[in-house]
């Protein structure tokens, strides 16, 4: 993970690989919680769960924002259902270009206050990715450093069906290998029934591809100035 992947416009990161920002700086957070918290109906899902893991996979690691904002989320519904049947949370993400701890960590200072609650985690991340140690006795974190052909292999390999997908990734006409019907329909038997997926783009090949693979699509106002996303279930 030492490889520079990115390019600085001012405080904006863009990949280098594919010429497309990470996020936008303002409202990161906030459209991260939007479009995937939100989207997935996370907070009342945790609620209605009644396994003793909740399951959540992911197209595109990138900087970690999306895993620390659930796990944020995740603590907090810890904190308020100290009694509820769901105790873990397990997520699995895929990630072809690792972004170095410098690089992280910028990301990271760009678009979370030091005061705010997803300071302290995004630091405990890094030091899981970089020296191994303990994320947490109630999150597991798996990422698998392939290219995002490889991840429904590898997901098959857990025995697991995943509760909820972030389908996210560079844009669909810059990287569109990480919306393809064959990836959707791999995701769609990797998928528990009753799961949801939610995803920021709205784009017409990644909702006919969706639907293709099985699933319901529906579409929902974006966030933002965003006009669409697009959200559903198995």
Same mark, same amino acid.
């Given at each position: ?138 999150? %597991? @974190? ?5 290219? #995002?052909?490889?991840?429904?292999? +590898?997901?098959? $390999?857990?025995?697991? /069906? !995943? ?45 006919? %591809? @969706? ?5 319901? #699509?529906?579409?929902?106002?974006? +966030?933002?100035? $965003?006009?669409?996303? /697009? !959200?559903?279930?198995?």
């Amino acid at each position: 993970m030492q490889k520079s992947t990115i390019i600085w416009d001012n405080n904006t990161a863009i990949s280098g690989y594919f010429d497309d920002v990470y996020f936008n700086t303002d409202g990161a957070v906030a459209e991260t919680t939007y479009v995937f918290i939100e989207g997935n109906e996370l907070n009342l899902r945790f609620l209605q769960h009644n396994h003793h893991t909740f399951i959540v996979g992911e197209t595109g690691f990138g900087s970690g924002l999306s895993f620390l904002v659930l796990w944020y989320h995740f603590l907090q519904f810890k904190k308020h259902n100290p009694d509820h049947p769901l105790k873990k949370l397990q997520f699995f993400s895929v990630e072809k270009y690792p972004l170095s701890m410098d690089e992280m960590k910028k990301i990271h200072n760009s678009v979370i206050a030091k005061d705010h609650p997803l300071a302290p985690l995004a630091k405990k991340l890094r030091e899981h990715l970089s020296q191994s140690t303990l994320l947490s006795q109630d999150v %597991n @974190l798996s990422v698998c450093y392939d290219d #995002v052909a490889q991840f429904a292999t +590898f997901l098959t $390999k857990q025995h697991i /069906l !995943i509760d909820a997908w972030f389908f996210d990734g560079f844009s669909p006409a810059k990287n569109p290998d990480m919306w393809s019907e064959s990836l959707f329909k791999a995701c769609y038997k990797l998928t528990r029934s009753g799961g949801r997926f939610a995803t920021f783009t709205a784009a017409g090949f990644v909702r006919r %591809n @969706l639907l293709s693979a099985g699933f319901v #699509v529906n579409k929902q106002k974006g +966030f933002g100035v $965003k006009r669409e996303m /697009l !959200i559903g279930y198995k």
